[in-house]
């Protein structure tokens, strides 16, 4: 059951992302890419908890870890351009498997505003691994958000969602509008699957 604390967070940075990112979608599809993105690093940090090694920010992509990311010292556009640079090339990791890869296809940062990225990460840095069953819900939550916005008229649609395709920065956005976004295909490929589950890699089937 959706609990009040991950309602908030997941609310909160859909409001944090509305000025920069208007459309709904676009804003559950950012929403997706962090939360997996923290996922992943907090999975390599219980590994090595347990005596193993990172798996997923490990050779090459170490320096792109989410505790790198959140450090103190880290000035606004050094973090921008750190997520901007990891979100593109996370889908060439070779540490990933390819529902993870296929969930960072096409990713990209859809505004250069460092005050909004750093409030953003910091509600994702709340949510954490190893509450399981509030993770899954908070994807069920996003899964709701995507459906209440297909059955919206396109006429009741916010003005600035149906402008976005004139935006600079959505000019990547246009040539990818008709595919489905990272939630999407997560859930595409996995049917009836608890969305928790696809999340946390048990099966990572190509």
Do not use: C
């Amino acid at each position: 059951m959706l609990d009040t604390d991950t309602k908030r967070r997941i609310d909160t940075a859909r409001d944090i992302l509305v000025g920069k990112v208007p459309d709904p979608k676009s804003q559950v599809e950012q929403i997706t890419i962090a939360l997996i993105y923290k996922f992943m690093d907090d999975m390599d940090a219980d590994a090595e908890e347990l005596g193993g090694h990172r798996k997923f920010f490990a050779g090459a992509y170490a320096g792109y870890g989410w505790a790198k990311l959140m450090r103190s010292g880290l000035g606004g556009h050094e973090t921008l351009n750190l997520y901007a640079e990891a979100i593109a090339k996370m889908p060439e990791n070779p540490g990933i498997p390819p529902l993870f890869r296929d969930i960072f296809k096409n990713a990209f940062l859809p505004y250069r505003d460092p005050e909004t990225l750093r409030a953003f990460l910091k509600i994702i840095d709340e949510f954490e691994y190893d509450h399981s069953e509030r993770l899954g819900d908070a994807f069920e939550y996003l899964l709701s958000v995507l459906g209440s916005q297909r059955a919206m008229p396109d006429s009741s649609a916010p003005r600035a969602t149906s402008s976005i395709s004139l935006s600079p920065l959505s000019t990547r956005r246009s040539t990818t509008h008709h595919q489905p976004g990272p939630l999407e295909r997560l859930r595409r490929r996995h049917p009836g699957q608890p969305a928790i589950h696809v999340a946390e890699g048990r099966d990572q089937a190509a």
